[in-house]
Structure formats: C-alpha cells, structure tokens
C-alpha cells in the first residue's frame, strides 16, 4: 500500500484571509491537520501544497514536507493535483486544511476504499449535528444512493422534504478524499470549473462532469471545519474538550 496525504492550503482564502495559518488553542491550523494526517501515514508521506511562502515555511519549521505550487490554481483539489506531479503514490489523500477535527482513522478508511473501488473517487460525510444548522450555506449537504454512490452535493438543504422536516437529518461533507493519478490528472486538465462546481462552489462536484463516480463513506465522528472566522470559538472549544487543553 503506497498512499501519501497532501494537504492544499491558500493563503488568500476568499471567505478567511490566512486561514491555515490562524491560531488555535495556541497552534497554527495547518499544524493540527499536518499532525493528525502524519498518524495515519508516516510523516515521510504528508505534504503541504501551498502557494505561499509563509505557510511553507510555518510546516517545514515543524518537520514537514511542502510543495510549493502554482498561486493561480483553482481549487484544492487542482492544488493536490499540481503537486502530485511531483510524486508517486498509488493513492493521494486531499484532507483540506481546514479540518483540525478529523481523526485519523478516516485517512486510513480514504485509502482502503479507494483500493477497494479504483474507478471511484472517495469522499467522506457525516450527520449534521443539532447544534448545526442546515440552511448554513457554509455547510456542503450531502445526499447519497443506498449504496452511498453520491447523487449530489450542495449548500442548499437537501433533501428536502415537502412536508414538515423538522425531524430530518441531514449529513454533511468531511473532506477527506482519495484519488489516483488517473483520477487527478483528469481533474486538472478539465482546465476550468464545471457549471454546478461554480454554482455552488464545492469542487468535487466537477468529477460529475468526468464520469467519475464518487463513493461516499461515513466519518467515525462529527467534524466540525474552520470555514469563517466565526467558526474559531466552536473549533477551539472542540479541540479542548478532545484534548483536555486550557
């Protein structure tokens, strides 16, 4: 089994400027993802993909590998992509860096799956919780065959009931992927961002227009990403109630 994980991370996020590089509980976000990846494979196999010469900086400090890419890039997935030109590996994990909740486990559970269905690619999802709030177009909602082949992602709420849905669940995007190189390669030549991509801003939808299908898994916990600067306070508190920090 030969997998690495390569963590895309922008400075200039257009919702949350330098958003890799804000402190929580005291450590840079890239670094809470950076080491929780290094858990499921050795820290030999993580790589930051950046444009950026601070955040390359930030991580290689830290021990890590990063890959410095192309600023005009359209999407993590592209920026994962650029990057694994660089290397070779079976399979590429893309866990974004905006994730300091994921556990482990899920890269491990990206990389089989993607062993198991080569001619997929692997995305994760799990439950809104109570405390979440559908209508959020922050949060990618997520609606999936009984086989969890994905039907599709979007910010609206879906799937919507025409009855009263107060007792509804709804499960969100985790993202966490694996791909191959074929899987990437057709990523990033696509060239631009699909019709639906663009509407909805969420860029595993362009595999759609690919033909490449998408084999949904469950997280073994909720996960909770820093998307605004508003999300700060609800991820600290997390991560110190994960980690029993002050």
């Given at each position: 089994m030969k997998a690495c994980v390569i963590i895309p991370a922008r400075f200039n996020s257009s919702r949350f400027q330098g958003k890799p590089m804000v402190k929580l509980c005291g450590k840079e976000m890239i670094l809470w993802v950076a080491e929780i990846c290094s858990k499921a494979v050795d820290i030999s196999n993580v790589f930051i993909a950046t444009d950026d010469n601070r955040i390359s900086n930030l991580v290689s400090k830290s021990g890590f590998q990063s890959i410095l890419t192309s600023p005009n890039l359209l999407t993590g997935t592209d920026r994962v992509a650029?990057?694994?030109?660089?290397?070779?590996?079976?399979?590429?994990?893309?866990?974004?860096?905006?994730?300091?909740?994921?556990?482990?486990?899920?890269?491990?559970?990206?990389?089989?799956?993607?062993?198991?269905?080569?001619?997929?690619?692997?995305?994760?999802?799990?439950?809104?919780?109570?405390?979440?709030?559908?209508?959020?177009?922050?949060?990618?909602?997520?609606?999936?065959?009984?086989?969890?082949?994905?039907?599709?992602?979007?910010?609206?709420?879906?799937?919507?009931?025409?009855?009263?849905?107060?007792?509804?669940?709804?499960?969100?995007?985790?993202?966490?992927?694996?791909?191959?190189?074929?899987?990437?390669?057709?990523?990033?030549?696509?060239?631009?961002?699909?019709?639906?991509?663009?509407?909805?801003?969420?860029?595993?939808?362009?595999?759609?227009?690919?033909?490449?299908?998408?084999?949904?898994?469950?997280?073994?916990?909720?996960?909770?990403?820093v998307d605004v600067p508003e999300d700060v306070k609800k991820v600290e508190n997390a991560l110190r109630e994960i980690h029993t920090l002050q």
């Open positions: 650029e990057a694994a030109k660089n290397l070779d590996y079976e399979v590429y994990v893309n866990v974004q860096g905006d994730e300091p909740l994921i556990n482990h486990n899920d890269i491990l559970k990206a990389i089989e799956l993607k062993y198991k269905y080569p001619k997929s690619v692997i995305n994760s999802y799990c439950s809104i919780s109570k405390n979440e709030n559908p209508n959020n177009l922050n949060i990618p909602k997520v609606v999936m065959k009984e086989n969890r082949d994905l039907i599709y992602i979007s910010r609206a709420r879906i799937p919507k009931s025409k009855k009263n849905d107060e007792d509804q669940t709804y499960n969100k995007q985790v993202c966490i992927y694996s791909y191959n190189d074929n899987d990437l390669d057709k990523f990033l030549s696509y060239g631009r961002k699909s019709r639906t991509e663009k509407i909805e801003d969420i860029e595993i939808l362009r595999f759609f227009d690919l033909n490449i299908n998408i084999k949904m898994f469950e997280a073994s916990k909720s996960s909770l990403a």
